[in-house]
Nanobody
């Protein structure tokens, strides 16, 4: 059974940092692009960042570019999202996912999802 488990969320103040982790089990995803998405209350799920299988290519939403960094450790089947200079508008549930093909910023092009971790940034 495939599972993706996110961790590292929490309540922080604006300007603080958090590091999210997404550990996969039940299957190795070392050759698959992996991504992070987020969903705020009343809004659609939106793309945050993605990383190719080797880590040589990364992709970011404009809203997080320069503040967030995605990385991966294939030996641990884990992807990370380092979030710096957090803003109140970053408040959302953050989800990790495994890409199946298509466009990396489209949620429906991912086939495995974690349960999400809440990130709340106070002003």
């Amino acid at each position: 059974q495939v599972q993706l488990v996110e961790s590292g969320g929490g309540l922080v103040q604006a300007g603080d940092s958090l590091r999210l982790s997404c550990a996969a089990s039940g299957r190795t995803f070392s050759m698959r692009l992996r991504g992070w998405f987020r969903q705020a209350p009343g809004k659609d799920r939106e793309f945050v960042a993605a990383i190719n299988w080797s880590g040589s290519s990364t992709y970011y939403a404009e809203s997080v570019k320069g503040r967030f960094t995605i990385s991966r450790d294939n030996a641990k089947n884990t992807v990370y999202l380092q979030m710096n200079s957090l803003k109140p508008e970053d408040t959302a549930v953050y989800y990790c996912a495994v890409f199946t093909g298509g466009t990396y910023y489209t949620p429906s092009d991912y086939d495995y999802w974690g349960q999400g971790t809440q990130v709340t940034v106070s002003s």
